[in-house]
């Protein structure tokens, strides 16, 4: 303790200064050194992450060429049947526009006429047919029947018959 004694105020001070400022450099290194390990852990994670996107983009970019490849597929096999579909309905609708223009020209309403004319004719030929019919006295036609018979029996006997 003699020597600080002995050692002039202004070095005393100069050595204080000069201890403190040691102490807040190697202060100063160590929150470096924290720091660069805290920079260090940061960037492995940021390099795991960077692996961990390259790989997502890259199945990504894997499942979207997938999707496309399947895509792409069902339209080839897709658009063939469709066409096909579309060629029959188109040739149904002409077939039909063909069969609405024939029913236009025909004469549906003398067709009709005709048809009206001719059941009504056919109702008054059965109705006389009928009146004809009940006319007839069906005894009398019995008695001939009977008649008939009795004269034709000996004939067919006579033959052999």
Do not use: C, W
């Not at 009504?120 to 008939?148: G, H």
Request: hydrophobic share 40%; net charge negative.
């Amino acid at each position: 303790m003699e020597e600080n004694t002995n050692i002039n105020p202004a070095a005393q001070e100069s050595t204080a200064e000069l201890k403190k400022e040691r102490a807040e450099e190697a202060t100063h290194r160590q929150n470096v050194e924290e720091y660069n390990k805290q920079a260090a852990l940061i960037e492995k994670k940021q390099l795991k992450y960077q692996k961990l996107s390259f790989l997502m983009s890259m199945l990504s970019a894997v499942f979207t060429g997938g999707m496309l490849i399947v895509v792409v597929g069902f339209v080839m096999y897709a658009v063939p049947k469709i066409n096909t579909i579309y060629d029959s309905t188109m040739v149904s609708l002409k077939n039909l526009e063909q069969l609405t223009t024939e029913l236009n020209e025909a004469d549906l309403g003398g067709t009709v006429e005709n048809l009206n004319n001719l059941t009504i004719q056919a109702t008054s030929d059965l109705s006389s047919s009928m009146e004809r019919l009940n006319s007839v006295d069906l005894e009398t036609l019995n008695e001939a029947i009977v008649n008939l018979n009795a004269t034709v029996e000996p004939l067919a006997r006579f033959f052999g018959k």
